[in-house]
């Protein structure tokens, strides 16, 4: 089924975890040749814009972006002048993109201490043009359903700009695989996972190993990269099918999996014999149980079970909100003292953590050559790279 709609070129506004933005830029340029991108545009961090989009290409962009939390439409872009909302408002184009019997919400985002009303009033606001705007252009007026919405249409105001873009992904950030039978205590964001496998640059016929795997997240992001798996699969509830262009279209017809399948062996390790039982039901979820190979070991006994590792990537499981008394335990310490006997000589380290001094109290001789602070929701993380 052809896409149908406006053949103008549109430009696309990405949201991304705040501190992979390069990464993010990275994966676009490998799908979109020879598009300006601009990281971080009208004064808001994780936003990442894209000129001159076909309509064709968007569910393509949409399932293989692997690092992104929300893909829209950018309609337009104002000074900063809210007296002028409903001139905005009636001057983005909805016609190609609404159709009837749609609900609507607004979202709005601010960065603009100046401005005293509140992002729900200024939502309010926006919402009612909209509704006004569609009624005019439909003969319809729609429902407003602020839980489950069909049509969203985001705002974001920062010191100089207001920033109209119709989200294609929905309630549910993309980060949000729907892999996970079992929840981790302290789960990393799949998108962050992948993000840093991404920069860890893998080669095929390699070991990656995973020595704190928790809930398994990490293995089972690198394992649907190395298969080719769309890590949307599992997801029905995307916004980007209700919209007038792209309604006749399946998700399936742009989720090619299998192909071009990557040689590598993946392991993700634990202590916790619970967490490796979870670890398992996602991987099988997610479709790669045959690719992923899960073992009961204690992350300061790597060389018991590994004579060389090419690739450890790991979030410790006080990463995020958990605190075992890590630094009593010597865990760090000891997992660097292990690293130094099974790492290859061009073997690299990625580490996801809110204790960057650990890591660097207790690297040895690793070398970090990258290092980058993380937003993960509202908490600050960073991420490594180390390699001999």
């Not at 936003?47 to 439409?73: A, M, Q, S």
């Not at 634990?270 to 045959?290: P, S």
């Not at 790492?343 to 380290?349: A, P, Q, V």
């Amino acid at each position: 089924m052809e896409i149908t709609g406006s053949p103008a070129p549109i430009n696309l506004y990405i949201s991304t975890s705040i501190g992979i933005e390069d990464i993010t830029k990275e994966e676009i340029k490998e799908v979109l040749k020879d598009r300006e991108i601009k990281v971080n545009p009208f004064e808001f961090r994780g936003k990442i814009f894209v000129r001159d989009v076909n309509l064709k290409e968007i569910p393509h962009i949409f399932f293989k972006l692997r690092t992104t939390e929300r893909i829209g439409i950018l309609t337009g872009v104002f000074e900063c002048d809210l007296n002028k909302l409903k001139n905005y408002v009636f001057s983005l184009n909805i016609k190609d993109f609404y159709k009837k019997n749609l609900s609507i919400a607004v979202r709005c985002k601010k960065r603009n201490n100046k401005i005293k009303l509140s992002k729900q009033e200024i939502s309010a606001e926006i919402g009612k043009w909209l509704i006004r705007r569609i009624r005019d252009e439909f003969d319809f007026t729609p429902s407003v359903n602020l839980e489950e919405p069909d049509f969203i249409l985001r705002c974001d105001i920062s010191e100089r700009y207001i920033t109209f873009w119709l989200d294609l992904t929905g309630n549910s950030a993309m980060h949000i695989r729907k892999y996970r039978v079992f929840e981790h205590p302290a789960p990393i964001k799949g998108n962050i996972a992948f993000a840093l496998i991404k920069k860890m640059g893998i080669k095929e016929n390699k070991i990656f190993v995973d020595p704190m795997t928790g809930g398994g997240t990490i293995p089972i992001e690198c394992a649907m990269w190395a298969k080719n798996i769309s890590p949307y699969h599992l997801r029905n509830d995307f916004l980007i099918f209700k919209l007038k262009p792209f309604e006749d279209l399946k998700k399936e017809d742009f989720m090619k999996t299998g192909e071009r399948e990557k040689n590598l062996k993946i392991f993700g390790s634990d202590i916790n014999l619970e967490f490796l039982k979870g670890a398992k039901e996602n991987a099988k979820r997610a479709g790669v149980e045959d690719y992923v190979k899960f073992i009961n070991l204690d992350a300061k006994d790597l060389s018991k079970a590994f004579k060389k590792i090419d690739y450890i990537a790991f979030n410790p499981p006080y990463g995020l909100r958990m605190r075992i008394g890590e630094e009593e335990k010597g865990i760090m310490k000891k997992f660097f003292e292990e690293a130094e006997k099974v790492l290859s000589d061009k073997g690299k380290i990625g580490i996801i953590t809110a204790r960057m001094d650990l890591v660097r109290k207790h690297r040895r001789d690793f070398r970090i050559i990258w290092r980058r602070k993380i937003f993960h929701g509202g908490v600050r993380i960073f991420g490594f790279i180390l390699r001999k």
